[in-house]
Every structure is written in C-alpha cells, then in structure tokens.
Nanobody
Framework: HVQLVESGGGSVQAGGSLRLSCAARGYTYDTYCMGWFRRPPGKEREGIAVIDSDGDTAYAESLKDRFTISVDNAKNTLYLQINSLKPEDTAMYYC???????????????????WGQGTQVTVS
C-alpha cells in the first residue's frame, strides 16, 4: 500500500521561506516521477515542479526562480524549498507519484496514481 504524507506547511510572512516534505511509504518502483502541485483557494490545481528517478527536473516557468524540488532516496522523501514567499503562494500543496515519464510531460498532474493529503501554506 503506497502512501504519501506531506508536512512542513504553515503560516508565514511574505518574504519568508518554507521547506515542504513528502514522505513516501511503500513506494517500490525503481523508475518514477514525483511532483509538487498546489491548489490556491478558488482556483484550479497547478503543477509546480517534477523530478524523476534519474534526477531530472522540470518547473512551472513562472515559479522556477523561487521553488526547488529535490529528493532524498535514502529517506524516501521528496522536498520542495520555497523562497521569497508571496501572498499568492497561499494554497494547499500536494505531492504525487506516477510511473516514469518525461518530466516536461508530467507537470500537468495527469496519470499520477498516488496523492498525499496536502499541507496548507498561508502567506500574509
């Protein structure tokens, strides 16, 4: 049974930083894509960043300067570093996993078969 558990969200002031974590339990695929997505209040879900099992990454163009995705395979944990937070970053943040795909094709959020429960980020 595969499970993703996010943590690290919270309420922060604009200009601050956060690091979100996503612990993957029971995920045994050797090749994969994992991504971070967010849903701002009243808006559609959007892709932030994706990383594959080769370490390749892709970012949403408008977010790539402030967001960094990384993975610690030894800890089975995915991270998202967010710097220079803005009020418009307020959203529920989700991590998700799918079988391998080109990272540039995986930002849309489709074909992800495992999703975490989300962690709330509020920026004021």
């Amino acid at each position: 049974h595969v499970q993703l558990v996010e943590s690290g969200g919270g309420s922060v002031q604009a200009g601050g930083s956060l690091r979100l974590s996503c612990a993957a339990r029971g995920y045994t695929y050797d090749t994969y894509c994992m991504g971070w997505f967010r849903r701002p209040p009243g808006k559609e879900r959007e892709g932030i960043a994706v990383i594959d099992s080769d370490g390749d990454t892709a970012y949403a163009e408008s977010l790539k300067d402030r967001f960094t995705i990384s993975v610690d395979n030894a800890k089975n944990t995915l991270y998202l570093q967010i710097n220079s937070l803005k009020p418009e970053d307020t959203a529920m943040y989700y991590c998700a996993a799918r079988l391998w795909a080109r990272v540039t094709d995986a930002l849309d959020g489709y074909e992800y078969h495992v999703w975490g429960q989300g962690t709330q980020v509020t920026v004021s």
